[in-house]
C-alpha cells in the first residue's frame, strides 16, 4: 500500500550535466518498494509548478531506511527540484506503479537504459542478484557529459558496456544496437534470457523488435505524463493490446509484447 | 457545517469534483473518504468507452489542460466493480453520468437510482473532450433543458446539471435547467484551451484541444458561480481551482452553497478533506 508522506533530502548530486540524484529518508518506501516503481514528488507549494513529477526509485535501501531518485532537468519542475537543498522534506508518494517480474526460470538478463531510463535499472539490478546468474547492463547517452558513473552497477556485480551516440565516451552507437552481439554469443541460452529497458521510446520499440525476433521476453518501463500517479486520472495512458492501460497503475513496466507502438 | 443540498444532507459543503477522484477507493489509502460532505464519482456512460488517444494531460501556468474523453468501463461494469466500495461509504454518492443521446441520459439515471447508496445524479453535458454530446448540450439551453426534464422525469433522486463556462452567457443555461426541474448546478467543467510544443510545432494534447482546471481557471468559475447564483433560486456548487479553504470560501461569498475539489486532489490527496477542515 502506498503512501503520501513528507520525507527528508538526505543528499543532492550532479551525476552527469543536468543529471541530478536525490538521496530521501523514507522508511516505509523503501522497506515496501520493488524494482520498477516509482514515487510522485510535489515540487512546491505553490501552483506552478502545480503537478507533482513521477521519478523511478533509482536505489533503495531498507537498512538505511532511504530510496534514491534521478533525473534530468528537462523543464520548470526538474529545475526547480535540482535547487533543492539537504534537510529541506519533499511530499512524496509511494511506492507506485507495478514494477519489473523477476522469473526464476532465466540464467541471463540484458538490462538496456537509455538516458535517464536508466533511473529504474540499479534497482532492478541489485533486485536481480541471486536471481539471475548473469546481469548485463548497457547504459547508453548522449554524449560524454551525460553518461552516469557506471560504478554502482559495477558494484551490484553486473557487465557493464557503455555506449555514446557521439563516441566520446564507451563505444559509439545507440544502446540496443550492444544487445546483439551478447544476444549472438549466447544463442543457446535464448530461452532463459529476459531484457528490461527504459528509456526514450524509439529506444523502447528497437528493444521490443530485438526481442521479438530473438523471441525472448522484454519489460520495458514506460513513461507518460502523469498527473494523479495513483489511477484516479486516467491522464497517463498508453496504447496496449489490452486497450489504454495507466502508466501509473498497470505500468509502468509493460511486457513488450503487450505495447502498441503509434 | 452541516448542508442540506437539494435534499442531500451533507455534514460539511465539500464534495469532490467529478473525473478528479475516480469511484473514489483510489483515494481510499490515503485520506479518510468519510471526511467529505459528499462523493462525486468519476462520469459513468451506458457502454464503455475507451477515451482519447495520448497525451492526454499537460501542465499549464497554475493548472492543466486535459482530453482523457470519458474513459470508464460503462454502466454495468459500473455497477459491479464501482459501487460495492462506494456502498460501504458513509457520506452520500452522487454519481455524474453522459449520455450521447438525450433519452440515454434518463436510462442511465433509472439504472442508478435503484441503487440505495446513490443519493443524486450529476448530470454531465459540459464535457468538452467527447465528439458527439458532452458540451456540446451544455452550450444549447433547449437540448439542457430536454435532457434535465428527461432525468427529472425517470427519478426522484436530486438531480444536478453541471454546466460548462464555454458558452456566451451562462445564466441562459443555468434558468433553462432550473426551469426544467434541476434540483442544483454545479459550475464550472473545465474551460476549452490549447498548448502547443514549441519542440515538433504540434499541439500537447492528442486532440489539440482540452479542458482547463486548477487554480488558473478560478477567477473564472467565481465569476460564473456569482452570475448563476443571481439568476436562479436553486443552489449552485462552486468548482474551478480550489487548492485551500480560502479559495473555497471566494465561491460562498460568491453564492455557492456547496464547493467541490477538483485538480487539487492530484496535487495532494488529502486537498479536500483539508478544505472540510479549514471551513469549521
Known amino acids: 500500500m502506498p503512501i503520501q508522506e513528507k520525507a527528508k533530502i538526505l543528499d543532492i548530486r550532479e551525476l552527469a550535466e543536468n543529471h541530478f540524484k536525490i538521496t530521501l529518508l523514507s522508511k516505509y518506501i523503501s522497506t515496501n518498494a520493488t524494482a520498477g516503481q516509482f514515487v510522485n514528488v510535489r515540487i512546491s507549494e505553490e501552483t506552478s509548478p502545480l503537478l507533482r513529477r513521477p521519478f523511478s526509485i533509482y536505489n533503495s535501501e531498507p537498512q538505511k531506511e532511504l530510496i534514491e531518485i534521478l533525473f534530468d532537468v528537462v523543464g520548470e519542475g526538474t529545475k526547480m527540484l535540482s535547487l533543492k537543498e539537504v534537510n529541506e522534506e519533499l511530499d512524496i508518494l509511494g511506492p507506485l506503479g507495478t514494477g519489473f517480474e523477476i522469473p526464476t526460470d532465466k540464467k541471463m538478463a540484458i538490462l538496456v537504459g537509455g538516458g535517464i531510463g536508466i533511473a529504474p535499472l540499479l534497482f532492478l539490478a541489485r533486485a536481480l542478484k541471486g536471481k539471475i546468474p548473469a546481469v548485463y547492463v548497457i547504459i547508453g547517452a548522449r554524449d560524454k557529459k551525460h553518461l552516469i558513473d557506471k560504478k554502482e552497477f559495477d558494484a551490484a556485480k553486473c557487465q557493464v558496456l557503455t555506449c555514446t551516440d557521439d563516441g566520446s565516451a564507451g563505444k559509439k552507437g545507440l544502446a540496443p544496437d550492444f544487445m546483439l552481439p551478447i544476444l549472438e554469443e549466447s544463442k543457446s541460452i535464448d530461452k532463459e534470457t529476459i531484457i528490461y529497458a527504459c528509456g526514450p521510446k524509439p529506444m523502447l520499440k528497437a528493444c521490443a523488435e530485438i526481442a521479438e525476433q530473438y523471441k525472448i521476453p522484454a519489460q520495458l518501463s514506460m513513461e507518460e505524463k502523469m498527473a494523479c500517479g495513483i489511477g484516479a486520472c486516467m491522464g497517463c495512458v498508453i496504447k496496449t493490446k489490452s486497450g489504454y492501460q495507466k502508466v501509473c497503475e498497470d505500468g509502468p513496466v509493460f511486457k513488450a509484447e503487450e505495447i502498441i507502438w503509434e | ?280
Do not use: H
Not at chain 2, 28 to 35: G, V
Not at chain 2, 176 to 203: C, H, Q, R, W, Y
Not at chain 2, 207 to 217: D, E, K, N
Open chain 2, 1 to 280: 457545517m452541516a448542508i442540506n443540498l437539494a435534499g442531500i444532507e451533507m455534514k460539511n459543503p465539500v464534495m469532490v469534483a467529478s473525473g478528479t477522484y475516480g469511484y473514489g477507493k483510489e483515494f481510499a489509502d490515503y485520506t479518510d473518504l468519510n471526511k467529505l460532505g459528499a462523493l462525486v464519482t468519476k462520469t459513468v456512460t451506458l457502454k464503455a468507452r475507451e477515451g482519447n488517444p495520448p497525451p492526454r494531460i499537460c501542465e499549464t501556468p497554475s493548472g492543466m489542460l486535459n482530453t482523457i474523453g470519458l474513459q470508464n468501463p460503462g454502466i454495468e461494469k459500473f455497477l459491479k466493480e464501482a459501487i460495492p466500495f462506494l456502498k460501504k461509504l458513509k457520506i452520500p454518492v452522487i454519481i455524474n453520468i453522459a449520455g450521447e443521446t438525450i433519452e440515454e441520459f434518463a436510462e442511465l439515471a433509472k439504472i442508478l437510482e435503484k441503487e440505495k447508496v446513490v443519493k443524486g445524479i450529476e448530470v454531465n453535458v459540459s464535457c468538452p473532450n467527447v465528439k458527439s454530446g458532452g458540451m456540446a448540450f451544455g452550450c444549447d439551453p433547449d437540448l439542457v433543458s430536454k435532457i434535465t426534464k428527461s432525468v427529472k422525469k425517470a427519478v426522484s433522486a436530486p438531480v444536478i446539471v453541471k454546466l460548462t463556462p464555454n458558452v456566451t452567457d451562462i445564466t441562459l443555461i443555468a434558468k433553462a435547467a432550473e426551469a426544467a426541474g434541476a434540483d442544483a448546478i454545479t459550475a464550472i467543467n473545465t474551460v476549452l484551451g490549447m498548448s502547443f510544443d514549441l519542440k515538433t510545432g504540434k499541439p500537447k494534447l492528442s486532440r489539440g484541444v482540452g479542458g482547463l482546471s486548477g487554480p488558473a481557471i478560478r477567477p473564472i468559475a467565481v465569476r460564473c458561480v456569482w452570475q448563476i447564483a443571481q439568476a436562479v433560486k436553486i443552489p449552485v456548487i462552486g468548482v474551478g481551482g480550489i487548492m485551500t479553504s480560502d479559495d473555497a470560501k471566494e465561491f460562498f461569498l460568491a453564492g455557492a452553497k456547496a464547493v467541490q475539489v477538483g485538480t487539487a486532489n492530484f496535487v495532494d490527496t488529502e486537498a479536500a478533506v483539508k478544505v472540510a477542515a479549514g471551513l469549521k
